[in-house]
């Protein structure tokens, strides 16, 4: 099982939907989440980190998390073609320090 | 501003000429790390320094160097590079204690 899992899609949504991204890790001690986004042939760019239970919101962003399902998403409301990228869920494990595991990312595409 | 810089950019080389690839921060950050990036296996980390002369292995080790001897460097070394490190390769720093890491442009490395 991988530490850090997400699907490598492509998810596609239409312009103005809400997209969702989900991760789940393996560590049940892990307490912080990020999320980056990367668009192709660019360096990843972190848009939300969260470490308690629920929700967290920033602007369009919404970070889930739910440590007993070892389980946490990204929901982007208005999705817009601007939003097309990768998206890494990384995680920092039990023990790890400074270290953060990444998952192999999903690829959204929002089409107009 | 604040950022992460890496140099060269883009390089193609051939087999078993040495290289090194520069790395700096301007964050005053203590830790610092390198990542490659490979289809279908998202980023994973070579080596990492938590402060100045500190360093150590990450997942991902064999065939590179490190050193750290200023706060602010931190360069990748490829004694003898094999077409098997042909790659995307990132730096990224923080702070102690922080996972919040901030990632340089990325170096294309192609090895011949």
């Known amino acids: 099982q991988k530490e850090v899992e997400q699907n490598s899609g492509p998810l596609s949504v239409p312009e103005g939907a809400i997209a969702s991204l989900n991760c789940t890790y393996s560590?049940?001690?892990?307490?912080?989440f990020f999320w980056y986004r990367q668009y192709s042939g660019k360096s990843p760019e972190l848009i939300m980190f969260?470490?308690?239970?629920g929700d967290k919101e920033d602007g369009r962003f919404t970070a889930q998390l739910n440590k007993a399902s070892q389980y946490v998403s990204l929901l982007i409301r208005d999705s817009q073609p601007s939003d097309s990228a990768t998206y890494l869920c990384?995680?920092?494990?039990?023990?790890?320090?400074?270290?953060?595991?990444f998952g192999t990312g999903t690829q959204l595409k929002v089409e107009l | 501003e604040a950022q992460v810089t890496q140099n060269p950019r883009y390089l193609i080389t051939v087999t078993g000429k040495k290289l090194t690839v520069t790395c700096s921060q301007n964050?005053?950050?203590?830790?610092m790390s390198w990542y490659r990036q490979d289809p279908g296996l998202g980023l994973r980390q070579i080596y990492y320094?938590?402060?100045?002369?500190?360093?150590d292995k990450g997942d991902v080790p064999e065939g590179y160097k490190v050193s750290r001897k200023e706060k602010r460097n931190f360069p990748l070394i490829l004694e003898s590079p094999s077409p098997n490190q042909t790659s995307l390769y990132f730096c990224?720093?923080?702070?102690?204690?922080?996972?919040?890491?901030?990632f340089g442009p990325g170096t294309r490395l192609t090895v011949l």
């Open positions: 990224a720093s923080s702070f102690a204690g922080s996972s919040e890491q901030f």
């Open positions: 560590d049940r001690g892990s307490q912080s």
């Open positions: 969260i470490y308690s239970n």
């Open positions: 990384a995680v920092k494990l039990t023990g790890g320090g400074n270290k953060l595991t």
């Open positions: 964050m005053n950050h203590e830790y």
């Open positions: 320094s938590m402060n100045v002369e500190v360093t």
